[in-house]
């Protein structure tokens, strides 16, 4: 039995752990929430993230560490760093958790941003604004995830009300990307160097947050993977890493933000590929090999976001495959998934047809 344990107790750390049990590799978890949802599958280490009788509880237990969200703190990150058992390494995590770092080290590598800049005062979002062409995209560098600090400076929107609306945070400004589409590219990196990619997934958002993902045969996924392996050998990286992309009208593909776990767009390969990101983190961390990640028919995940629809409709589609998170329901908060797989593309987009309207009727985003 190999022992990893987790930074976080949320659905990653769920997921980490139903795919580990066949493999005999047992998930445990360290988290600050006794009704993490992770408790009914893996083991939870509770506790204040100051408690040391927990952290040296969980410290003491795993063969091997990894997180599943950016924000957990700091000086535990850097104690398990020490142990040398830390995949992937703080570096990823530290680079990840400000947005100023993230795109400074896009440009470090070579892979392509929008154009961006640090401000920290509306009149500098201001100046931006002009550099910009009259629009720009203002993110709080730090603690954002699912549009959660970000406005959009445009006619409708001043470089003060953005500034208001990020609660006057320390923030970087990017030009505005009319883009064609969303992209991520999701690889697994073993601690030899070799990089695996899973099929590129197109991304539809909704007021900042990931409401479908469906795998996607591109001609830009040779690209898209590059750049993401690209990242992930300079970070020398360990574990499941996911590249979020915009596509121009023109083909361009311009790095957004990456992930340095597994992904929310990923969630698919649950049920529609050999092996799921899930499985190949595992794998990545453990010291295993690569599982094939071959997409085995098409598919589309479908996010359930502040509400659950009646499961008895939605496992009567065809094909659907639904994923509840133990989470209490509310406005915005991802509960739980559905992944739905057909024999074809024409077999899919008819079960969708019917699967949509109930996750649509259940879902409530934040406005």
Not at 180 to 201: H, K, M, N, Q, Y
Not at 239 to 265: I, K, Q, W, Y
Not at 304 to 316: C, D, F, Y
Request: proline share 5%.
């Amino acid at each position: 039995m190999i022992r990893v344990g987790v930074l976080g107790g949320g659905q990653l750390a769920r997921m980490l752990a139903l795919a580990g049990a066949p493999l005999g590799i047992e998930v445990g978890f360290r988290d600050a929430a006794h009704d993490a949802c992770a408790q009914p599958v893996a083991r939870g280490f509770v506790g204040h993230w100051d408690d040391e009788r927990a952290n040296r509880a969980f410290l003491d237990w795993a063969d091997t560490f990894t997180w599943e969200f950016e924000h957990v703190p700091w000086p535990l990150v850097e104690r398990i760093e020490t142990t040398g058992r830390l995949h992937p390494q703080a570096r990823a995590l530290e680079i990840k958790r400000d947005r100023a770092k993230e795109k400074a080290f896009f440009d470090e590598v070579g892979i392509p941003t929008a154009r961006w800049r640090k401000v920290d005062t509306s009149a500098e979002i201001r100046d931006v604004v002009d550099q910009f062409g009259g629009r720009c995209v203002v993110k709080s560098r730090f603690h954002g995830y699912d549009g959660k600090g970000q406005a959009v400076v445009n006619d409708a929107c001043s470089s003060e009300q953005a500034w208001q609306m990020i609660d006057g945070q320390p923030a970087i400004a990017e030009a505005f990307v009319p883009f064609a589409g969303e992209l991520s590219s999701i690889v697994a990196r073993s601690a030899d160097g070799r990089c695996v990619p899973f099929p590129v997934t197109a991304n539809v958002h909704k007021h900042g947050i990931l409401v479908e993902s469906r795998p996607m045969k591109s001609a830009r996924a040779q690209d898209a993977h590059a750049l993401a392996c690209r990242l992930a050998d300079a970070l020398d990286y360990v574990g499941v890493l996911a590249l979020e992309l915009f596509e121009t009208a023109d083909g361009e593909l311009l790095a957004n933000e990456f992930a340095p776990r597994v992904h929310n767009s990923g969630h698919w390969t649950i049920d529609a590929c050999e092996t799921s990101q899930f499985e190949q983190h595992l794998r990545m961390v453990c010291g295993l090999p690569h599982g094939e990640p071959s997409w085995i028919e098409p598919a589309v995940m479908l996010n359930l976001i502040g509400g659950i629809p009646e499961r008895q409709s939605v496992l009567a589609v065809p094909g659907a495959h639904l994923h509840l998170y133990g989470k209490t329901v509310r406005e915005g908060r991802k509960v739980g998934h559905v992944t739905l797989c057909a024999a074809d593309s024409e077999a899919l987009d008819r079960h969708l047809a019917a699967l949509s309207p109930l996750v649509e009727q259940s879902r409530q985003l934040v406005q």
